[in-house]
């Protein structure tokens, strides 16, 4: 029977390569649910980078960056390292992609 973080790491996995393509090397992501018709809730995003962990102010402040359209104006701060975001895609649930 798989373990909850196995199987976690394989839909994070799937959910990756639908969203930047298979065989492209990512060195991190934030997938952030966000639903305009619908109550965000912040600490809901799912995070993952190899060697880093974020912790709730960091995630905190890159979803107002991204909720208030500046997050390719600035750097993010995550794990004492500075990131600029380059790229935000939105997919919808019903999109082709998911199917």
């Known amino acids: 029977m798989p373990s909850e973080e196995n199987s976690a790491s394989k839909n994070w996995e799937r959910y990756v390569g639908i969203l930047v393509g ?3 090397t990512i060195f991190g992501a934030a997938v952030l649910p966000i639903a305009p018709d619908q109550p965000t809730l912040r600490k809901s995003a799912i995070l993952a980078q190899k060697g ?3 912790r709730v102010p960091e995630v905190t402040a890159l979803v107002e960056a991204v909720m208030a359209g500046r997050v390719h ?3 993010v701060q995550a794990a ?8 935000v895609d939105e997919i919808r649930r019903d999109s082709p992609r998911f199917a």
């Open 52 to 54: 880093i962990s974020m």
């Open 80 to 87: 004492g390292h500075q990131y600029l975001i380059t790229t």
């Open 73 to 75: 104006q600035d750097y």
């Open 22 to 24: 298979q065989g492209r």
